[in-house]
């Protein structure tokens, strides 16, 4: 197996970010336009990554090469320095958690939780009872066993399935949008106890999302896809600080894009190059850019201010409400910008996820 | 890869076979029939004419006389509410239980010149002979109307139930009365569950063998002609008619289809149906039960009139308007004489046997069709469905054809005859149930449950078992029994392909009736029926 793979790099094997789970150069090509890939990325034992991005972005085709339901085109997926590439789902020993839980309808959820635990004997029959209750403990729906699976609330629903992905005890748990299919209340609490679980075990973790949100609050890590392409990787911080191209800039958090006469009265750009200020990194002063303020929204600690600068650039500023009104003249200074290659063309604007 | 190259070889494979077992056959008859003479008598005789024209019209009143029935119960049933509603809604689609043939000979017993409707009538006034023939196409189009008048009515009531109460009331706050409702939002969003319902009473009273053959007389359909001709052994003209029954029923399989217009629209509407309303005058609420009662007795007649023949002794019933005796003889009769439990056990093994391969195959072309999507799924779900489009007698002559040439190369071998012929031509006419019913089982199944299993460590074996399957389980079950009740109740091809070994129920009727042991036949009918509507009852739970 290693020599397929190449001996793993000694990089990997110390470092806290070792591979546990590597992909090299992985590759998905549905057609010559339609291509995943080349991904190639590390993720440490017992991380939690977000893989991010719009819907066609490629992200879901990822996980499902990660889970085997997808053969990938080239490239080679690795955990623990063990070539799984060509393994099937069945005896990958990855947990899965779908998108719609894919709960089997016909049996009850102590049923459900004991599939991926085989037993043929007796005596092994008491161990997986144990661990069907073990399994539904640990995400809080002890004593569930008998319960038919249209009986319960999306939310138990969805307990089921990750107690039914962790009993096989995985070595690495895969999540289709966990949570895009409860409602924003549920979501954000949900989001809390499934990391909480997640770190309980220890257990390394993929998961897809396509909030920014989400990936923040539940990723050690996040991938950021766009058009089947790696963008960037990284802790949450960098990549709101530090994006390295527009598109990250843009699409985690929201961003001011500025250019031409209205990006030299902020910062220092070159041509060729574009400015990029969080609304929240704007505010307003004496001098600095000088625009109109077209429309206030008021969102309860603060309000954005929507303001046209003179040569028709529109941008957000996160201020205090009571910082400007409609129609006043106002000027723009910036407390951090951040200078990317201009990868578009056209003014500039903003762009929220 | 080697998954890829198994799933091609077996898509390659199951298409041959699908391909040898339902288009084969018919393209040896077109062939046969093309090279042939026989186009000359068949263009130049006016008994070939009148039989063709005879088909079409009996077809085209069949649907008039079915929808005319059909869609004002529907509406009722759908719409009204008044004592009984959901006993009769249920009862009302009973005659879809039974089998043509049995079906045809109630309808003997009871309207028939010596059933209990003409005796009661010759007694009551006294006539020398019996009032009426139940002959001619007018015979032909009762039966018709009364078994394919369900078509209709389960096809609207659906429809129906589909319907949006918001549309309804949409149309209402715009200011349209009842009336325009009707016509302008309820008729069109029904639109294709009527045109569904016209294609199936359509092809099935195109294909329809039992009623022209037992009440027909004089007076011939394709269907019946064609088998005439093969029994008078002129089988290049039988394969011309054949040819000609087959182009008919594909054009007008393509002209109907232009008319059944878009599902979506109804699909639409995702809304709760309509609440029935109940009828406040008393006057029409009472009228309508007792209309609703008084047609449950008639729907119900002929399955009594079964149970009642079946129970009258040979030779004890003469010229008394009710039988003298009733026992138990004829059931006797039929479970200990070894010859006549012969053509039950045969018709159990060869239905079984057929509808076992037919799951089976609809099985591995739905798992090719739907999860691995093969280039070739077009073709394969094509075949599975093609010998709906076409009536029985096509098939039956077809495999009588192919199948009685001992000719390895060109994959026909001598099964005319030996017991392997019935039950494949069962298999062909059971494909279309099967096949229909999984594959919209297997499309509705979410493929992550599958993956699901898989993730779990699920091999493919124990996925298959303890997840594809249950999921499919009803409409698998749905198509399975589907298959098998036809398969049993079969006539079409029995009376071309059966052997004195072979034959099976629907033969051993037809002879006891030409031998007058009427209650035998019926007892055969009764025992036909109680065993469709068992299994149909068990196909259908959930």
Avoid: C
Wanted: charged share 20%; hydrophobic share 50%.
């Amino acid at each position: 197996m290693d020599a397929l793979v190449g001996p793993a790099r000694p990089r990997d094997r110390e470092g806290p970010l070792s591979g546990f789970l590597a992909l090299r150069a992985i590759e998905k090509r549905w057609s010559p336009e339609i291509a995943v890939g080349p991904v190639t990325l590390d993720i440490a034992r017992g991380e939690i990554l977000a893989l991010l991005g719009p819907s066609g972005s490629g992200k879901t085709t990822m996980l499902r090469l990660l889970a085997g339901f997808e053969t990938a085109d080239a490239g080679r997926i690795a955990v623990a320095n063990e070539d799984v590439t060509n393994v099937p789902p069945a005896r990958r020993r990855f947990g899965m958690v779908f998108q719609h839980y894919a709960l089997f309808p016909h049996l009850d959820v102590g049923e459900n939780v004991a599939f991926g635990l085989h037993a043929s004997r007796n005596g092994e029959r008491a161990a997986v009872e144990q661990k069907v209750s073990q399994a539904l403990a640990l995400v809080d729906l002890a004593g569930f066993e008998r319960r038919k699976v249209h009986e319960l609330s999306g939310g138990q629903q969805q307990r089921v399935a990750v107690a039914r992905a962790l009993a096989p005890e995985p070595r690495v748990l895969l999540l289709d949008e966990p949570l895009s299919n409860l409602d924003p209340a549920l979501r954000e609490r949900t989001r809390r106890e499934l990391r909480q679980v997640i770190k309980r075990i220890g257990i390394t973790t993929v998961f897809v999302t396509h909030e920014q949100e989400e990936a923040f609050d539940l990723g050690d890590r996040i991938a950021v896809l766009n058009g089947g392409r790696l963008e960037q990787v990284g802790p949450s911080n960098d990549l709101y600080e530090r994006p390295v191209n527009l598109f990250v800039a843009t699409f985690v958090g929201r961003a001011n894009v500025f250019r031409g006469a209205a990006a030299r009265a902020l910062g220092h750009t070159r041509d060729g190059q574009v400015l990029v200020v969080r609304p929240e990194r704007l505010q307003f002063g004496s001098a600095g850019l000088a625009g109109v303020v077209r429309e206030v929204r008021y969102t309860g600690p603060a309000a954005f201010f929507l303001v046209e600068s003179e040569d028709g650039q529109r941008f957000e500023v996160l201020a205090e409400p009571h910082a400007a009104r409609v129609d006043e003249r106002v000027h723009v200074g910036a407390t951090r910008v951040i200078v990317l290659p201009d990868s578009r063309g056209g003014g500039g604007g903003i762009s929220s996820p | 890869m080697t998954r890829m190259r198994a799933t091609t070889l077996a898509a390659i494979a199951v298409t041959l076979l699908l391909a040898w077992l339902v288009l084969y056959p018919i393209i040896v008859v077109a062939a046969d029939a093309a090279n042939g003479t026989a186009w000359h008598d068949f263009f130049t005789r006016p008994g070939e004419w009148a039989a063709l024209w005879a088909s079409i019209w009996i077809s085209l009143a069949s649907v008039v006389l079915a929808a005319a029935i059909g869609i004002p119960l529907a509406f009722l049933f759908e719409w009204f509410d008044f004592p009984g509603r959901k006993t009769l809604g249920g009862l009302v689609a009973l005659p879809v239980v039974l089998p043509p043939l049995v079906g045809v000979i109630a309808f003997l017993f009871l309207y028939g010149e010596s059933g209990f409707i003409a005796r009661a009538i010759q007694a009551l006034f006294k006539l020398d002979e019996a009032p009426w023939q139940l002959q001619g196409p007018f015979a032909i189009l009762l039966v018709h109307a009364y078994s394919m008048y369900v078509y209709f009515y389960l096809f609207t009531r659906a429809g129906l139930a589909r319907l949006d109460v918001t549309m309804l009331e949409a149309a209402q706050a715009l200011g349209a009365d009842r009336r325009r409702t009707l016509w302008r939002v309820v008729v069109p969003l029904v639109r294709p569950s009527l045109a569904g319902a016209a294609m199936l009473t359509f092809m099935t009273a195109l294909g329809s063998f039992s009623a022209p053959y037992i009440f027909g007389g004089g007076f011939r359909v394709m269907t019946t002609q064609i088998v005439a001709t093969k029994l008078n052994g002129d089988l290049s003209l039988a394969m011309v008619e054949t040819v000609v029954l087959a182009l008919v029923a594909v054009i007008a399989l393509l002209i109907l289809r232009r008319t059944e217009g878009n599902d979506i629209l109804v699909a639409l509407g995702k809304g709760i149906a309509p609440r029935p309303r109940p009828i406040r005058r008393a006057g029409v609420r009472r009228l309508t039960t007792i209309a609703g009662w008084g047609l449950a007795v008639l729907l119900l007649l002929p399955h009594l009139t079964l149970a009642v023949v079946s129970l009258v002794p040979f030779g004890s019933w003469t010229t008394e308007i009710l039988p003298p005796v009733i026992n138990f003889d004829n059931y006797r009769r039929l479970f200990s004489e070894a010859e006549r439990l012969r053509p039950l056990l045969n018709s159990l093994w060869m239905a079984g046997a057929s509808t076992a391969a037919a799951v089976v195959l609809a099985l591995i072309a739905g798992w090719l069709v739907v999860r691995r999507r093969v280039w070739l799924r077009r073709a394969i779900e094509g075949l599975l469905v093609l010998p709906w489009a076409l009536p029985g007698t096509v098939f039956a002559i077809a495999l009588a054809t192919a199948f009685s040439v001992h000719a390895p190369w060109a994959l026909r071998f001598v099964l005319v005859g030996t017991a392997v012929i019935l039950p494949l031509a069962y298999l062909v006419r059971g494909l279309p149930l099967t096949g229909r019913g999984l594959l919209a089982a297997y499309r509705q199944l979410d493929p992550s449950l599958e993956e699901a299993a898989a993730s779990l460590g699920a091999g493919r074996w124990r996925t298959l078992t303890r997840v594809t399957l249950p999921q499919l389980r009803p409409g698998l079950a749905a198509g399975a029994s589907l298959a098998f009740v036809a398969a049993l109740g079969d006539l079409v091809a029995s009376i071309v392909l059966y052997t004195y070994e072979t034959r099976p129920i629907s033969i051993e009727i037809l002879s006891s009736l030409r031998l007058t042991e009427t209650g035998v036949a019926a007892a055969f009918g009764v025992v036909l029926m109680i065993v469709s509507a068992v299994v149909l009852g068990v196909g259908a739970r959930r």
